[in-house]
């Protein structure tokens, strides 16, 4: 009995996206051995029925949600970045600054899905997928401290008594101001980046990307999965622009992707 050549064409693109954590259309072509628009025509099918996707960040294909098959750390991730971009994508479109998803691992926050690419903004050449952010001084970990569980907080606390902050503003912030800025965080509904805070581990004085950011929670049924932020240039001074014109906009992404991920 013959094959059906063009399922079999499909089945092949769904192993290679299964060996990787992403490729680009050209390293599919050149795996695949596929003609270009055969190919493009395939993802697109692909990503229709949910079984792959392609990030915003980096434009690499990626196997879809509903074709994890674990739920390790990093496949969270994936899944959550997936459900994610649409809606990063939508709120670029609407607010014109760009916004990126981060998760909490190991004490940081990870960088998991971005809309940068689409906005024309010059890109901090560190900032990729994986990229691990300050609790303690951007906006997307103080949200997340601020709305996370209080056995999570805790053990936080605790790693960071035994090891501090190797940052100096980091570690004042750690000693001394945390607590109220948790407190403002919880009462304003967002978090603000530190005026001090460079966008890397190092002091702003060794390097600085320029930008200023507020972040929000993502809330779902077991925790803080994660959070969303709003970025823009800092020389421009328009933090409370961006809240009065995109903090609902930015709290409503919250809340769909927030949905997107219970169903």
């Not at 008594?161 to 967002?190: C, I, K, M, W």
């Not at 049924?221 to 970025?231: K, M, S, W």
Request: proline share 6%.
């Amino acid at each position: 009995m013959k094959s059906i050549r063009a399922l079999e064409r499909g089945l092949e693109v769904l192993r290679l996206l299964q060996q990787h954590e992403g490729r680009s259309l050209q390293q599919l072509y050149e795996a695949s051995g596929l003609p270009k628009p055969t190919l493009l025509r395939i993802l697109h099918t692909l990503e229709q029925a949910d079984l792959a996707w392609r990030a915003i960040h980096d434009g690499q294909w990626r196997r879809g949600v509903s074709l994890q098959t674990g739920d390790r750390p990093p496949e969270r991730a994936l899944r959550l970045a997936e459900i994610a971009a649409p809606h990063l994508a939508a709120m670029q479109r609407k607010a014109l600054w760009p916004s990126d998803l981060l998760i909490y691992s190991d004490f940081k926050m990870e960088l998991a899905e971005s809309s940068r690419r689409l906005s024309g903004l010059a890109m901090n050449p560190r900032y990729r997928i994986g990229y691990r952010v300050d609790l303690f001084l951007s906006a997307p970990g103080r949200a997340w401290l601020a709305f996370c569980s209080d056995e999570e907080r805790a053990a936080v606390f605790a790693h960071y008594h035994a090891h501090p902050p190797e940052n100096a503003r980091s570690a004042l912030v750690f000693r001394r101001e945390l607590p109220a800025v948790l407190d403002e965080t919880r009462r304003q509904g967002y978090a603000v980046r530190d005026a001090i805070f460079g966008g890397s581990e190092l002091d702003i004085s060794e390097f600085d990307d320029g930008f200023d950011a507020i972040a929000v929670p993502i809330l779902a049924p077991t925790g803080v999965p994660g959070c969303i932020n709003l970025v823009w240039p800092r020389r421009y001074g328009l933090r409370a622009k961006v809240v009065e014109a995109h903090l609902e906009d930015l709290k409503a992404t919250a809340r769909a992707i927030a949905e997107r991920l219970a169903g």
